[in-house]
């Protein structure tokens, strides 16, 4: 039985992290806060599944624009503690990627390109989801230092492997094509990323893409569309009061 409550509450902490990756805040935090609910365990359990749900806070904390908790969650979690099961992302590599867009969301783009980096290098042989993942995340982190020539390089990268066409591949794309002048293809790039019946689509990516597509519109004339999508972004923003992304 107490093997199955300490499966029950670590299967329960990732799933608040997938619900924060996935931009249900609210989801998110309820599901973290029923981990330390969790009667009958060992310590060693309970703390496992304790740092799991930690991380999940920090990534809604990071969505939430609050970067001073979200810092303090990732630097209290011990990804020695949290253990790893088989099937399961590297703890270790889901922190430092969070902690990579902490600095970059705190304004240390160079210290978030860093860590991105070394991410990429000593996870991306073994397992590549996540490799896919923190190539996105140093290209963005390049673009958003104004080293277009390096997240230019890095999207050429991820385009190599079998998944390049993924939401945030495209959102990054799209933010290069801005970045370029070239505003018409980078409506073109983040299309799919604006239509509610696309498969994959994270909500949290779909609020970028819908940001992106305004700052399209409105450098190519268009200001009725521009503010119309971005009171679309904001309808889904606030119910969770995310507000990163803009």
């Known amino acids: 039985a107490g093997n199955l409550a300490g499966l029950q509450a670590r299967a329960r902490a990732w799933r608040a992290l997938a619900e924060a990756w996935y931009g249900d805040l609210s989801a998110a935090q309820r599901s973290a806060s029923d981990v330390p609910a ?65 600095l970059l969301a705190d304004g240390d783009a160079t210290a978030a390109i ?20 923190v190539t996105v995340a140093e290209g963005d982190a390049a673009l958003r230092a104004g080293n277009t020539g390096r997240a230019r390089a890095v999207l050429l990268l991820g385009e190599e492997g079998e998944h390049f066409d993924r939401a945030d591949g495209r959102l990054l794309r799209g933010g290069l094509l801005i970045a370029d002048g070239e ?12 239509d509610e019946d696309t498969a994959g689509i994270t909500r949290h990516e779909r609020i970028s893409g819908l940001l992106i597509a305004a700052v399209a519109h409105r450098r190519l004339g268009g200001a009725a569309e521009a503010a119309g999508l971005l009171e679309q972004a904001l309808a889904l923003a606030e119910p969770d009061g995310a507000y990163r992304a803009f």
């Open 38 to 102: 969790t009667r009958g365990l060992d310590p060693a359990t309970a703390g496992a599944a304790a740092e799991l749900a930690a991380l999940a806070r920090a990534q809604v904390s990071l969505r939430r624009d609050d970067l001073a908790t979200a810092q303090r969650l990732i630097e209290g979690i011990s990804s020695g503690l949290a253990g790893e099961f088989p099937g399961e992302p590297p703890v270790s590599a889901m922190t430092a990627l969070i902690r990579a867009r902490v």
């Open 114 to 133: 860093a860590a991105a980096s070394r991410l990429r290098e000593t996870y991306g042989p073994a397992y590549l989801a996540l490799s896919d993942v």
């Open 183 to 194: 505003f018409k293809a980078a409506l073109e790039a983040v299309q799919p990323c604006l």
